[in-house]
């Protein structure tokens, strides 16, 4: 699982925060990444994959894990709760919302036990609107200034799109879809990734990801809707693997990442494969903490 978006950190970055842009610059930063862009964001919205090896770090209580800390290379993230097990406190040292460095979010709650906001240390401030006991809308602010949002589908009570949009001066563009498929078991088989054709000025379609799972525990439903603000969406186990398409359905990478889990089936550390045709694998070292 990555928090971090080099897709949308490319966006708000050209967007800067509420500043009106001209149409051909918006035109040109989009030309310019469309080609390898639908990636950051598939990735940004699947968890890592994982293979089962030899337990280590056991743990005796039957009680669920929290992750306390997710390193993925350079992008480290930290969590704190509260006693009822809901997020305190998260933090990122490379965060996908504002941008900028080591920025740590309070999440506050209503009397539902729903998120209400939550307040960054650095003055951004997400608000959340929820239907049905359901998170609906995410809007971002900086200050008292509004440039981002996202909305969310349902059906039969299974979130199965989210549509991020950015805003100037109260006018509202969609920049990216993603519409999800679960399978059986509860997991997210199947992204497809929708993004703005500032030529159209209308949603297409970019690529799609196809993920498979194991039986293990995921750590990160754990974080609830938090997940969901932050552009992530949790599946009930952990993906073994995961292929990605370009919007004609042409192969663009394979990830796969071998776990090592502790005595109750959670990750604790992991190396990821990330391979594209024609070019040698990479790899990268995670580690989880609880």
């Known amino acids: 699982m990555r928090f971090k978006s080099s897709l949308l950190a490319l966006i708000f970055a050209a967007y800067n925060f509420g500043s009106t842009i001209k149409n051909q610059q918006i035109m040109f930063t989009l030309k310019s990444i469309k080609t ?14 994982c293979k089962k090896e030899k337990s280590e770090e056991p743990s005796s209580s039957l009680k669920p894990l929290l992750l306390t800390e997710f390193s993925d290379g350079t992008d ?49 401030n997400i608000k959340a609107t929820y239907t049905n006991g359901k998170i609906e809308k995410a809007e971002m602010f900086n200050g008292t200034i509004k440039y981002a949002e996202t909305e969310y589908t349902y059906a039969g009570g299974v979130i199965n799109s989210s549509t991020i949009s950015l805003v100037d001066n109260g006018s509202k563009t969609p920049y ?26 209308q949603l297409e379609p970019t690529g799609y990801v196809l993920q ?79």
């Not at 460095?101 to 209503?110: A, K, R």
């Not at 009397?111 to 951004?124: A, D, P």
């Open 36 to 49: 390898t862009i639908f990636l950051a964001l598939i990735s940004s919205l699947a968890l890592s994959s």
């Open 176 to 201: 990216f879809k993603t519409v999800l498929t679960f399978n059986a078991a509860g997991n997210i088989s199947r992204s497809d990734v929708s993004m703005f054709n500032p030529l159209t000025n």
């Open 76 to 124: 480290v993230t930290r969590l704190t709760y509260n006693p009822d097990s809901s997020v305190r406190t998260i933090t990122l040292n490379n965060d996908p919302i504002s941008l900028d460095d080591n920025v740590t979010y309070t999440v506050t709650y209503s009397q539902n036990k729903t998120i209400s906001e939550l307040n960054g240390s650095n003055g951004t």
């Open 212 to 290: 498979q799972f194991d039986t293990n525990k995921n750590p990160f439903t754990s974080l609830g809707d938090v997940l969901l603000i932050f552009w992530q969406d949790a599946s009930k186990n952990n993906t073994i693997k995961q292929s990605y398409f370009d919007a004609a359905g042409k192969p663009q990478e394979v990830v796969e990442t071998t776990y090592t889990y502790n005595a109750q089936g959670y990750p604790v550390r992991a190396t990821m494969k990330e391979t594209e045709p024609g070019q040698q694998p990479t790899t990268a070292t995670i580690t989880y903490k609880y």
